[in-house]
């Protein structure tokens, strides 16, 4: 699926890909079940997540997008493969959780109607999925979709030191500094952990984080 490119990647292009993955069932992404250390973050650290509205972008399956909605808290599930998002409904049917905590939808983005504002946005295995020269586009939508006050948790992966090979990919390596140059003009980062649990094959390669939308 790793491609190299050191010029743009346009939006149309991004697409194809990503179907292209989900109809040929290329998900090796897909660790089947929620992430540890988001998980760690709700029920063992107790973090505190505004109620309303939330989004997870990039939903695959729905592992996470079910697990973070709550009857404070009702959650979209957004991906831009139909399989995707039929299979997420699937799984939450079979779950037996209702559509009313959380649906999936295909949603593009970068292009959807915004007509409320999301308290809560959950993102991993998303911005790595993006090519580099969509950063910028990733962060700016991500402070005009969320609510002043809102919570955004990234879930930095797959993080590396150097520089090498970073316009290979999906998923494309990067930094802490590289959410912070597209975050900190609209986000405060409010909580960061680098030690928190992971996957076994991701250890030392994530970072949770949680930045409050100014």
């Known amino acids: 699926m790793s491609y190299k490119r050191t010029t743009p990647v346009t939006p149309d292009e991004y697409n194809k890909i990503w179907h292209n993955c989900w109809n040929e069932g290329r998900t090796m992404w897909d660790k089947g079940d929620i992430s540890p250390?988001?998980?760690?973050?709700?029920?063992?650290?107790?973090w505190s997540l505004p109620s309303g509205e939330g989004i997870v972008p990039g939903c695959?399956?729905?592992?996470?997008?079910?697990?973070?909605?709550?009857?404070?808290?009702?959650?979209?599930?957004?991906?831009i493969s139909?399989?995707?998002?039929?299979?997420?409904?699937?799984?939450?049917?079979?779950?037996?959780?209702?559509?009313?905590?959380?649906?999936?939808?295909?949603?593009?983005?970068?292009?959807?109607?915004?007509?409320?504002?999301?308290?809560v946005a959950y993102d991993y295995t998303f911005f790595c999925a993006l090519h580099p020269s969509m950063r910028k586009s990733w962060g700016d939508r991500y402070a005009e979709i969320m609510a002043p006050g809102g919570h955004l948790i990234a879930l930095m992966y797959p993080l590396w030191k150097d520089e090498k090979?970073?316009?290979?990919?999906?998923?494309f390596l990067l930094t802490e500094d590289d959410y912070h140059q597209v975050l900190d003009d609209?986000?405060?980062?409010?909580h960061i952990d680098p030690k928190c649990k992971t996957h076994d094959t991701r250890v030392g390669h994530e970072i949770i984080t949680v930045w409050r939308r100014k």
Do not use: C
């Open 37 to 46: 250390a988001l998980r760690e973050l709700i029920e063992e650290k107790k």
């Open 82 to 119: 139909q399989i995707a998002v039929d299979t997420a409904n699937k799984l939450r049917d079979e779950k037996s959780i209702s559509s009313s905590l959380v649906d999936f939808k295909v949603m593009d983005f970068f292009n959807f109607e915004v007509t409320n504002k999301y308290q």
């Open 165 to 171: 090979d970073r316009d290979i990919g999906p998923p």
């Open 186 to 190: 609209n986000f405060e980062l409010i």
């Open 60 to 79: 695959g399956r729905g592992y996470d997008a079910m697990f973070l909605a709550s009857s404070d808290l009702h959650i979209v599930g957004a991906d």
